[in-house]
């Protein structure tokens, strides 16, 4: 689908158009099965059929998406389900493996603001939900932006702790301000870890080894404590993998988590959850140097090997109390990050840079007080307070490796307040027409102290000398920037504070077509706010950066059926977004990494959307997700358009088409062989944005990834109490790999680097209930 936008009524056309299509299509699929569906609601009512060659209905699932427990095909919303047990055999336990088959959705945990594992305080920052993935901050920062996907962990914002002992993870796709604020800009990610069971004691351990000598082990005990009154989970993990370029370097890391939690009934209508968890990670960086010398060819060569050690620590509760009329929780949670880092990266003149990144403090603070009508209540109503606080300092020199010459440092103390009022209700017309409205207020404030350095020197007796009318010399010289000529700026007081108060909305209208059909369609609101930032300017002097906030208006409309017998799950959506000021960081210019600003720039797309499911027998099931978005730049700000080349977003496939299969053999005694599949295909797009100069010279071959196909494929066999099991898993069997990030720094002489996604790995899961 190709197509142009202008600031003509061509727009609303095509809005109209494709809401309007989406519209009379699910209401075709809903005629065309009603007489169907009412067949299979007049046969739910008869007992059901004892023999294993049956046809069986899709499993009904339960979400919390929305604050209140509902079957997920009962939710008007673009909503993604996965268990904790299929994650866990089919060796699923990163947020990149979690997301990968969810459509519209890619990417997974940042490492760092770059694409450097020099950790980060804020996860989501490398999820990417309907092409919208957040940005890092300046050149020289080390802080990221605030990410445009909310993440939480067992409703901690950010918390940690989510890749072990899972329930379920839940995807919400489409901005969902009202409810969450505004680091939910491109939807949410929610991850449910197991709580304590008051039933009786109980363990789960697994062990995992796989390529790239991946060692992980993971254990929970459940212990009743006082019955029917107190129980404590306590759950552990341990990861460890090599790189798969080299075994000490890039893409190597080792893992230990930990985490508590107590459940307490004290009295009917009464429940506190307390909850303690840490987890320290060492991620390894350098070791080999990608260098990309053909636009799909990628050559290593021996580099410096850098770790980041990072510490993060989190307590946090949930208490619930149903007070009559109404329920009230309040969610309290404190979590700490700490980060000492040395990575090596290749930077301009193909010299290599000595990063040092340490943050001695890195503190949040959140509470959350919500009162939410009864779950029999005919009016679902909700509202609540949210208040979030961060305090970090952090410090980021940036050197010659060969000489110790400074490229930049910044030294950040910076303060986040953020309070927010929200209020959300959901209102019968009729018993098959439902009204929704919200509204959030918000006001951050962001003060920042921060001095910046930068050698204006940078590149004297560097390869790239002559740029600066110095001294030229080969890689990596003894002299690279000597001597240095310091410029330092400073930001602080009111110069460094910066305000800003948002309004989300949401409206929504949702009609029963059938009891197995809904039609929806909604227009809601999201933001993330802005900030300050020094980074470098022209002629490598510090310069001060404010931006603006993102801000979101959505259109979408979307039906979820089940036919024959709810056997067929059919789930389609379209959505239209309207973008005032989207936050991209682009670099000024591309040979210096010092370079990079951000801008807002309007924004539109438009996409659509297909999940489906077929229970084909009780032993086979089949799924097909497809997604396509197009995307527009429009009204360019001044700059912008002499920075960057492409007027369409980067950094995701416009395209993309999953398969999944499941058949499940019954063995003699009760045990079961399941055989799972499932194969992505991507279309091509831009990893990166590049400059008009580099385009001119070949540069977006280099930035281009091509399409590709990547599959998974797992056996698993179950006893027959399903208490234990051993899993044989594929990733990647077609051995295709696809550029995570490119580095384009000039094309003559050529500059470039590369790092890529894994090879084809295999692996065994135990796995053992007890």
């Given at each position: 689908?190709g197509?142009k ?19 009379g ?36 699932i ?35 493996t979690?997301?990968?088959t ?24 490398g999820?990417?939900?309907r ?20 993440l ?24 969902q ?9 491109a ?32 254990v ?7 019955s ?17 370029d ?29 909850g ?21 060819t ?9 770790t ?50 340490t ?18 209540s ?38 986040t307040?953020?309070?927010g ?25 962001v ?10 020197s ?46 989300t ?34 002629g490598?002097?510090?310069?001060v ?8 208006t ?40 010092a ?42 700000p ?133």
């Amino acid at each position: 689908m190709g197509w142009k936008m202008t600031r003509t009524s061509r727009d609303n056309s095509c809005r109209r158009s494709l809401l309007a299509g989406t519209a009379g299509l699910t209401l075709a699929m809903g005629a065309a099965c009603l007489p169907v569906q009412a067949q299979a609601q007049a046969q739910t009512t008869k007992a059901a059929p004892t023999s294993q060659d049956a046809p069986q209905a899709l499993d009904e699932i339960v979400v919390t998406a929305e604050r209140f427990e509902r079957n997920v095909q009962k939710t008007a919303a673009s909503v993604t389900v996965q268990t904790g047990q299929d994650l866990l055999t089919q060796g699923k336990f990163t947020l990149s493996t979690i997301l990968e088959t969810v459509p519209g959705v890619s990417g997974g945990e940042s490492e760092g603001v770059s694409n450097e594992p020099t950790g980060n305080d804020s996860p989501a920052a490398g999820i990417t939900i309907r092409g919208v993935s957040s940005n890092g901050g300046l050149s020289g920062q080390t802080l990221s932006g605030v990410p445009a996907t909310a993440l939480y962990v067992d409703n901690v914002y950010n918390g940690i702790g989510g890749g072990y002992d899972v329930d379920r993870v839940e995807v919400l796709r489409g901005p969902q301000g009202t409810l969450y604020g505004r680091s939910a800009t491109a939807g949410v990610v929610a991850i449910h870890t197991r709580n304590p069971n008051l039933a009786g004691y109980s363990v789960d351990a697994s062990v995992e080894a796989g390529s790239y000598d991946l060692r992980r082990a993971s254990v929970a005990v459940n212990a009743p404590i006082v019955s029917d009154h107190l129980a404590l989970r306590v759950a552990a993990n341990h990861y460890e993998r090599d790189g798969a370029d080299v075994d000490k370097g890039f893409g190597a890391s080792r893992g230990d988590d930990v985490k508590l939690k107590l459940l307490a009934l004290p009295s009917d209508g009464v429940s506190l959850l307390i909850g303690a968890s840490m987890q320290d990670r060492t991620l390894y960086n350098g070791g080999a140097a990608g260098n990309l010398v053909a636009p799909n060819t990628v050559e290593y060569t021996p580099y410096s090997v850098g770790t980041a050690k990072l510490k993060s620590r989190q307590v946090w509760a949930e208490l619930n109390v149903d007070l009559g009329p109404a329920r009230l929780t309040y969610l309290p949670a404190y979590r700490s990050f700490n980060q000492d880092a040395t990575v090596f990266v290749v930077g301009p003149g193909g010299n290599s840079i000595k990063q040092i990144v340490t943050t001695p403090e890195d503190d949040f603070v959140t509470h959350e007080l919500r009162l939410t009508s009864q779950p029999d209540s005919m009016i679902k109503w909700q509202t609540g307070l949210f208040y979030y606080s961060n305090g970090i300092r952090s410090s980021n020199r940036n050197v010659w490796e060969s000489s110790d010459g400074l490229l930049f440092s910044a030294d950040i103390d910076r303060k986040t307040r953020d309070l927010g009022v929200f209020a959300e209700a959901t209102v019968p017309v009729t018993q098959a027409l439902r009204l929704t409205g919200g509204l959030r207020w918000d006001k951050t404030t962001v003060t920042t102290a921060e001095v910046y350095s930068s050698n204006l020197s940078v590149f004297c007796n560097t390869p790239l000398g002559f740029v600066s009318g110095c001294a030229v010399a080969g890689q990596n010289s003894p002299l690279a920037g000597l001597p240095e000529s310091i410029s330092t700026i400073k930001v602080s007081g009111n110069a460094g504070r910066r305000a800003f108060k948002n309004l989300t909305y949401k409206a929504r209208v949702e009609y029963d077509l059938a009891p197995a059909n809904l039609l929806y369609a909604s227009i809601s609101s999201a933001f993330l706010p802005g900030d300050v930032q020094i980074g470098t300017g022209a002629g490598n002097v510090p310069t001060v950066y404010p931006y603006d906030s993102e801000k979101l208006t959505a259109y979408e409309i979307g039906s979820k059926n089940r036919f024959f017998d709810r056997r067929l799950q059919v789930n389609l959506g379209a959505f239209y977004y309207d973008y005032a000021g989207y936050q991209a960081s682009v670099q000024l210019d591309q040979s210096n990494p010092a370079s990079a600003v951000l801008f807002n720039v309007p924004l539109r797309m438009v996409g659509v959307e297909l999940e489906t499911l077929f229970q084909l027998s009780p032993a086979d099931r089949i799924g097909l997700n497809v997604s396509h978005i197009d995307s527009k730049f429009h009204d360019l700000p001044a700059g912008f358009a002499d920075a960057v080349a492409q007027r369409e977003l980067w950094g995701f496939a416009p395209t993309s088409l999953t398969l999944l299969y499941d058949h499940q053999i019954r063995l003699s005694g009760g045990s079961t062989l399941n055989l799972h599949g499932d194969g992505a295909w991507r279309s091509a797009y831009d990893v990166r944005f590049t400059t008009p100069g580099l385009a001119a010279q070949g540069g977006l071959d280099y930035e281009r990834q091509k399409a590709l196909f990547q599959g998974n494929l797992n056996l698993t066999w179950a006893s027959a109490n399903d208490r234990l099991s051993v899993t044989g898993y594929v990733r990647n069997v077609t051995d295709k790999r696809y550029k995570t990030y490119v580095n384009l720094q000039s094309i003559s002489p050529l500059q470039a680097s590369a790092t890529l996604s894994d090879p084809r790995t295999f692996g065994v899961v135990l796995t053992g209930k007890f």
